[in-house]
């Protein structure tokens, strides 16, 4: 346990890349394996089911400390992460535990699980009395399923491949699906990650997904397109559909479906399950899972998305609507019926057992544009290609994007092979985004934030202004939140103002006289009932501070309601992709 | 009677017509300690402990007209019994203890319970009013005893010099430094201090406090050390150009904020000890119930928590508002980068900006 609390204290203390390569490979090169598996569940973004609830652990946390539970809160606040300031408070203790992470876990903190509150508090004690500081740290986030620690799975992958000596990349399609593993991860499980490779070759299990090749934002002013990438014949243009990306595998006459995050997500979607008859075995397919509207399926006065023009034959819904049926945990016939996805194909990895991704990106859309057609069915549709003379007559077809529910284009050069994660060794698919919506709000509330924010004011809810006729005097509605798009020195400076303009205290919620207006961008907006301004928006960031602006200046919700597409309305932003393809 | 209440220019005792740390310039003037929230220029008559007089006057100008006390002297102003006592937080630093009818207040300024032997160690005077600081007033803050953080500093030292990288270990140049040199092991290298640092280890030396020999970098002459050394340079000196003549070095960061995960992170150092010159919550405790005090008001810190806990212990504690210390919480969780040292950021735990400001400009002179 000390060997791994330890690794996650270097993690942590460091944004080095290198700096974290190394003591990951240091970590894993004297790790017994059946730690060294639990390990890379974890950094990889493994999450055992809740062992303790929070609630529990607090009580557990008061009841030792003898700490009143608003002095609980006082703390939390100041150190902005929940384990720690547990830790913080419980009694100090030296290490005594030469038992090992998997021993842990398996032996000590899996059985935790269900235990009722009187008998937990009884076993948790000298169970962290074994552990010092940082090993109680990085148990108490293991056990409320919290733990996160700055790694990616790349820099996890590498540091496997460096300790295996063996490719990245192999290491890579190993790892896909291991934290999703219905089993414990075992010793054995480790030791297949790192195994030589053979010379049989063939290593996937039976429902393995590839790992997902992932595209870079492309962030330059068209008209240095040409120069930069060359010409748009080169390239494979397609709409950025705006739902989950998902790998739908057939192999030995059953059907997985992967999400990007490289779960199994097959239950969510039973409509996909019918193509089990349709697709050939030894078939991978990419591509990205949209709500769609059929045809016959028209009107749910429930969901509020009455008034579809029937005119429109086939339709890929808001993301929203998506959202409100992965929330679900049982899909009901009803939603079902209202909320049907389809999946919008756009690569072939697999096509008769054999790995297409070395081959060129033109040779596997051709290929799926057959497979999709042999097999005819509804839930499976291809991503339709755009063409354009040149890269002007490509952004202005983008301008459609947000009529369209979309995103902007991806841009897949057309000899590229699909690649490993974020990367641009064997090929390149750039993501081509619309601008984001931008709105100028008043900063209203404060909070402090966590990890190496806390103690900091840098989590903000903003306000338009609201000059509706029934209101005297124009008041300010907040509409979002935000806490990401400042430097370290303007969320230093803005915390200062914040310091010195604190009206009132709501728990932790500051509220402050309001002085500052910042840029705001946003990807989505929409109706909401949840609000109090009516309105939400999706993944808001401040783009810039207006210190120029004084807040009478900001803008109105007027201004909002305005960026609200015709067809929110009825919450039903509509795309007709026959006219496109 | 209240013996000590709160004015615009700061605490005020008003049967004896002086201030305590006053914020604005007044006539007369008690000063606790000698870092910059509290000892601040302009005041007509400055009193003081005597083994501090060394400091306020490096500090405050040679000539203030100060009157300096031994720890535990009277003297009688106005009909007020005035006496100072060890307050444990740095050299020269003093508890204010005021007696007036039979009533016995004390104002604590900073302070310290754990004896870190650079300085007289804290004394609980009895009292029937407390007034104490709060800086570290969450039970999150417990501190290790000093000899075990200095034997990981001393190994965080002597692991860098055995791959010859040098150590660079940031701290307050008055008070926190003197008390670090008091605990490193010089065998195992140069100690090398930045330019804020060094006047007042004459200072402390001047006081008879044994400090091990110390140098300025400039002056280190076998250049073959640098990697075997360590650095004691004041947190402004980080990210600064001053820097860069230490290669790849390691660097730490010695205060009590390095309690947190997230004020580590931030400060962006290889190394967090968690030493302050401040009492931490048990200590607090300690020292406010030893006191026997019915009575407590709070001056600075984590005021509001500190008032509602002792209300809950059964004592009658209010919050004083004050300027003490405000700048110390924000300096910890601000750190200045090189681009943009302001005088705010200056002015923190340990230390006042004119110091600071002057004696790195002298370096950067001293290095052209």
Same mark, same amino acid.
């Given at each position: 346990m000390k060997a791994f609390a330890n690794l996650y204290a270097k993690l942590d203390a460091t944004t080095s890349s290198n700096a974290k390569l190394g003591a990951l490979h240091e970590y894993f090169l004297a790790a017994a394996p059946a730690d060294a598996a639990w390990a890379v569940y974890f950094l990889s973004g493994g999450r055992p089911r809740q062992i303790v609830p929070t609630k529990l652990l607090r009580e557990f946390t008061l009841s030792v400390s003898g700490v009143p539970p608003w002095l609980f809160e006082e703390c939390y606040q100041a150190v902005g992460d929940l384990a720690e300031t547990m830790t913080l408070l419980l009694p100090k203790s030296l290490h005594t535990s030469n038992e090992g992470l998997a021993e842990w876990i398996e032996h000590h903190l899996l059985p935790l699980r269900g235990l009722p509150s009187e008998l937990l508090t009884r076993q948790l004690l000298p169970l962290l009395n074994q552990l010092d500081q940082q090993s109680q740290l990085v148990c108490i986030k293991l056990i409320t399923g919290s733990f996160r620690v700055g790694v990616s799975r790349l820099l996890v992958t590498r540091a496997l491949a460096s300790v295996a000596?063996?490719?990245?990349?192999?290491?890579? *399609?190993?790892?896909?699906?291991?934290?999703?593993?219905?089993?414990?991860?075992?010793?054995?499980?480790?030791?297949?990650?790192?195994?030589?490779?053979?010379?049989?070759?063939?290593?996937?299990?039976?429902? *393995?997904?590839?790992?997902?090749?992932?595209?870079?934002?492309?962030?330059?002013?068209?008209?240095?397109?040409?120069?930069?990438?060359?010409?748009?014949?080169?390239? *494979?243009?397609?709409?950025?559909?705006?739902?989950?990306?998902?790998?739908?595998?057939?192999?030995?006459?059953?059907?997985?479906?992967?999400?990007?995050?490289?779960?199994? $997500?097959?239950?969510?979607?039973?409509?996909?399950?019918?193509? $089990?008859?349709?697709?050939?075995?030894?078939?991978?397919?990419?591509?990205?899972?949209?709500?769609?509207?059929?045809?016959?399926?028209?009107?749910?006065?429930?969901?509020?998305?009455?008034?579809?023009?029937? =005119?429109?034959?086939?339709?890929?819904?808001?993301?929203?609507?998506?959202?409100?049926?992965?929330?679900?945990?049982?899909?009901?016939?009803?939603?079902?019926?209202?909320?049907? $996805?389809v999946m919008l194909a756009y690569d072939l990895l697999e096509w008769q057992g054999e790995d297409w991704r070395s081959k060129s990106q033109s040779t596997r859309r051709e290929q799926l544009q057959k497979i999709v057609a042999q097999c005819n069915q509804p839930q499976l549709k291809i991503s339709a290609l755009l063409t354009g003379e040149s890269w002007q007559d490509l952004d202005r077809q983008r301008a459609a994007s947000r009529n369209l529910g979309v995103e902007g284009m991806m841009l897949k050069l057309k000899d590229a092979q699909y690649g490993v994660g974020r990367t641009k060794d064997v090929g390149v698919w750039w993501k081509w985004k619309i601008d984001p919506y931008t709105v100028d709000a008043v900063l209203i509330y404060a909070q402090t934030g966590h990890g190496r924010r806390a103690s900091l004011y840098t989590d903000y809810t903003f306000a338009v202004w609201d000059a509706s006729e029934n209101e005297a005097e124009p008041k300010l509605v907040p509409f979002a939140k935000a806490y990401s798009g400042l430097t370290d020195a303007e969320m230093r400076e803005v915390d200062a103002i914040i310091r010195k303009t604190i009206v009132e205290k709501f728990? %932790?919620?500051?509220?402050?006289?309001?002085?500052?207006?910042?840029?705001?961008?946003?990807?989505?907006?929409?109706?909401?009932?949840?609000?109090? =301004?009516?309105?939400?928006?999706?993944?808001?960031?401040?783009?810039?501070?207006?210190?120029?602006?004084?807040?009478?200046?900001?803008?109105?919700?007027?201004?909002?309601?305005?960026?609200?597409?015709?067809? =929110?309305?009825?919450?039903?932003?509509?795309?007709?992709?026959?006219?496109?393809? | 009677m209240d013996l000590v209440v709160v004015r615009p220019e700061g605490l005020y005792c008003p049967v004896?017509?002086?201030?305590?740390?006053?914020?604005? *310039?007044?006539?007369?003037?008690?000063?606790?300690?000698?870092?910059?929230?509290?000892?601040?220029?302009?005041?007509?008559?400055? #009193?003081?402990?005597?083994?501090?007089?060394?400091?306020?006057?490096?500090?405050?100008?040679?000539?203030?007209?100060? #009157?300096? #006390?031994?720890?535990?002297?009277?003297?009688?102003?106005?009909?007020?019994?005035?006496?100072?006592? %060890?307050?444990?937080?740095?050299?020269?630093?003093?508890?204010?203890?005021?007696?007036?009818?039979?009533?016995?207040?004390?104002?604590?300024?900073?302070?310290?319970?754990?004896?870190?032997?650079?300085?007289?160690?804290?004394?609980?005077?009895?009292?029937?009013?407390?007034?104490?600081?709060?800086?570290?007033? #969450?039970p999150i803050y417990k501190w290790q005893p000093q000899n075990e953080?200095?034997?990981?500093?001393?190994?965080?030292?002597?692991?860098?010099?055995?791959?010859?990288?040098?150590?660079?270990?940031?701290c307050y140049a008055f008070g926190k430094a003197q008390r670090l040199l008091s605990g490193l092991n010089p065998n195992i290298g140069p100690i090398l201090v930045h330019g804020a640092v060094e006047p007042l280890n004459r200072v402390y030396r001047e006081a008879g406090v044994n400090l091990p020999h110390t140098q300025y970098v400039s002056d280190l002459q076998d250049t073959s050390q640098i990697g075997k050394s360590i650095v004691l340079a004041p947190p402004t000196a980080q990210g600064t150009s001053w820097m860069k003549r230490f290669g790849d070095y390691s660097d730490a960061f010695a205060s009590g904020w390095m309690q947190v995960r997230g004020t580590r992170r931030r400060r962006g150092v290889d190394r967090g000890f968690i030493m302050s010159d401040h009492a931490d919550w048990p200590g607090l405790q300690t020292a406010i119930m030893a006191t026997g005090a019915e009575r407590v008001f709070v001056t600075h810190g984590q005021v509001h928590t500190m008032v509602r806990w002792l209300n809950e212990q059964g004592l009658d504690a209010q919050g004083f508002t004050t300027e003490y210390g405000d700048e110390a919480a924000e300096a910890e969780t601000h750190l200045p980068s090189a681009d943009n040292i302001s005088i705010e950021s200056l002015v923190n735990e340990n230390q006042s900006a004119e110091i600071e400001i002057s004696e790195h400009v002298n370096i950067n002179k001293a290095t052209i």
């Open positions: 000596d063996i490719d990245a990349k192999r290491i890579a *399609q190993r790892l896909v699906g291991y934290t999703d593993l219905s089993a414990r991860p075992t010793a054995a499980h480790y030791l297949t990650l790192i195994a030589p490779v053979s010379e049989a070759g063939d290593e996937r299990m039976a429902g *393995q997904p590839y790992p997902f090749f992932l595209a870079h934002a492309l962030q330059i002013p068209t008209n240095e397109f040409q120069l930069s990438i060359g010409q748009p014949d080169n390239w *494979q243009v397609e709409w950025k559909w705006d739902g989950i990306r998902s790998q739908l595998v057939k192999r030995d006459g059953e059907i997985w479906v992967w999400s990007r995050g490289e779960e199994l $997500v097959t239950d969510r979607f039973p409509e996909l399950k019918v193509l $089990v008859d349709y697709l050939p075995d030894g078939s991978v397919i990419d591509g990205e899972i949209v709500v769609w509207k059929h045809k016959k399926n028209n009107v749910d006065i429930a969901l509020n998305i009455a008034n579809i023009e029937l =005119s429109n034959v086939n339709q890929v819904q808001t993301f929203a609507l998506l959202q409100q049926r992965i929330g679900r945990k049982t899909l009901t016939a009803k939603i079902l019926e209202n909320i049907p $996805v728990g %932790p919620v500051r509220s402050v006289t309001p002085t500052m207006v910042f840029e705001l961008g946003f990807e989505g907006i929409a109706l909401s009932s949840r609000h109090k =301004s009516g309105i939400a928006v999706r993944f808001p960031r401040m783009l810039r501070w207006r210190k120029d602006k004084p807040i009478a200046e900001a803008d109105t919700l007027k201004t909002l309601q305005a960026l609200l597409p015709q067809a =929110s309305r009825t919450n039903d932003i509509v795309v007709n992709i026959d006219g496109i393809s | 004896g017509d002086f201030y305590i740390d006053p914020w604005r *310039q007044v006539e007369r003037a008690i000063i606790t300690h000698g870092h910059g929230d509290h000892a601040r220029k302009g005041h007509t008559h400055y #009193l003081a402990a005597a083994v501090g007089e060394g400091i306020l006057r490096k500090r405050l100008g040679a000539d203030i007209n100060l #009157l300096s #006390l031994e720890y535990g002297e009277k003297i009688n102003h106005q009909g007020v019994t005035l006496s100072l006592y %060890p307050a444990g937080h740095v050299l020269g630093s003093a508890q204010v203890r005021l007696e007036y009818k039979g009533e016995i207040w004390v104002a604590s300024g900073d302070y310290k319970v754990e004896d870190d032997g650079t300085c007289a160690p804290f004394e609980s005077v009895p009292c029937h009013t407390f007034i104490t600081e709060s800086t570290f007033g #969450l953080i200095f034997v990981d500093i001393n190994q965080w030292w002597q692991i860098n010099a055995n791959n010859n990288r040098t150590s660079v270990l940031f």
